[in-house]
């Protein structure tokens, strides 16, 4: 049961334009959502999250938006960097539900940035 | 400051052995939790540990196990491997186990990396 997907495996851009990396999920109980980037031989490196209350949240040029009634989420990055090569996970937390910290991921994105 | 420690980064053991994954927070966060990452996966949830207790268990054998020490380390045991059980093993650390990701979300060791011949 794949609570959290990420149904696009791999994405390419040119540097300077836009990314947006997608991501669904079916549990209604999440309440806080995370985007991590993972670099090959690193553990993986938290970027930006948002709580199930806001549609939206801002750090620079990274962008989530929650969109709730379609159980979606989406990271956008502006402008895209040859640096943001990386693969990008989703996650998902029940934290106030569940009383613990897990984390249920998605299986990744592997985002290229071409110079 | 120190990030999240672990050790070994990497090793080999055969069918059957016994392994033990080290791992060292953040100084200061009490609360460790344990994933393993198979390639082409998402890092998948096996333990959550808060001040010593035993916070959360993901779907994993009882031929998984974990402590925390004191000093907020922690380990993670794995009897009876399994070639299945060749991954990426990650720790992470937090101040708290619950809300505080919604923040600060968690920080991640650079794993230790398991191959099982």
């Known amino acids: 049961d794949q609570q959290v997907k990420q149904n696009s495996p791999s994405l390419s851009v040119q540097e300077g334009r836009i990314s947006i990396l997608n991501c669904d999920y079916t549990?209604?109980?999440?309440?806080?959502f995370l985007w991590y980037k993972k670099y090959p031989a690193e553990g993986p490196t938290f970027l930006i999250s948002i709580s199930s209350i806001k549609d939206k949240n801002e750090d620079g040029r990274f962008t989530v938006f929650l969109n709730k009634s379609a159980k979606h989420l989406s990271l956008h990055i502006v402008p895209s960097q040859p640096g943001d090569s990386a693969v990008y996970f989703c996650a998902a937390s029940a934290g106030t539900a569940s009383n613990t910290g897990k984390l249920i991921f998605g299986q990744g994105t592997t985002l290229q940035v071409k110079p | 400051d120190a990030g999240v420690t672990q050790s070994p980064t990497h090793l080999i053991k055969t069918r059957g052995q016994h392994v033990t994954l080290r791992c060292s927070p953040i100084?200061?966060?009490?609360?460790v939790s344990w994933y393993q990452q198979v390639l082409g996966q998402g890092p998948q949830f096996i333990f959550q540990y808060y001040e010593k207790e035993e916070r959360g268990r993901g779907n994993f054998p009882d031929r998984f196990s974990a402590r925390q020490f004191p000093n907020y380390s922690s380990e993670l045991n794995v009897n009876a491997l399994l070639l299945g059980d060749s991954a990426l093993y990650l720790c992470?650390?937090?101040?708290?186990?619950?809300?505080?990701?919604?923040?600060?979300?968690?920080?991640f060791g650079s794993g230790t990396r398991l191959t099982v011949v």
């Open positions: 549990n209604s109980m999440f309440d806080y």
């Open positions: 992470a650390s937090s101040l708290r186990g619950d809300t505080n990701l919604a923040n600060y979300g968690y920080t």
């Open positions: 100084s200061g966060h009490k609360s």
